[in-house]
């Protein structure tokens, strides 16, 4: 996904019991989700990632473990969504308070993620 970012809020980032790989890729998976995308095949993920899809695998499953991710089936065909972080608040952090346009943009990424 070349032309969406997504933010990796403090509760993935410093997540301990989480690898650094694991990290991107609920990143990945969050902007993807931005883009209302849900169904993403774990080749498309390692072929982004530049990983193999036993790599994928095994990343999806330490975030579904970690309640990270949720992952359900829509006519035999699998969504994922992030889950497991709620919003921040925003206006504790005085960078936003200087950049309105930040602060609209996160919130509008906030109300994607549905948090």
């Known amino acids: 996904m070349t032309n969406i970012f997504s933010i990796i809020p403090p509760e ?7 690898s650094a790989q694991a ?3 609920w990143s990945e998976i969050a902007a993807y989700n931005y883009a209302k995308i849900y169904k993403v095949k774990n080749r498309t993920f390692a072929k982004d990632l530049n990983l193999s899809t036993t790599q994928i695998s095994r990343l999806l ?5 970690n309640n990270l991710i949720l992952s359900f ?3 035999a065909e699998r969504r994922l969504m992030v889950v497991g972080i709620k919003k921040p608040e925003i206006e504790d952090n005085e960078s936003h308070k200087k ?3 930040a ?3 996160l ?3 906030y109300e994607e993620l549905g948090i």
Not at 12 to 18: A, L, M, P, T, V
Not at 61 to 65: A, D, G, P
Request: positive net charge; without cysteine; charged residues 35%.
């Open 99 to 101: 950049d309105p346009q």
């Open 61 to 65: 499953r330490e975030l579904l473990e």
């Open 107 to 109: 919130n509008k990424w």
């Open 23 to 25: 990290k991107i890729l």
């Open 103 to 105: 602060q609209k943009a």
């Open 12 to 18: 993935i980032r410093y997540n301990h019991k989480i």
């Open 73 to 75: 089936n829509v006519a």
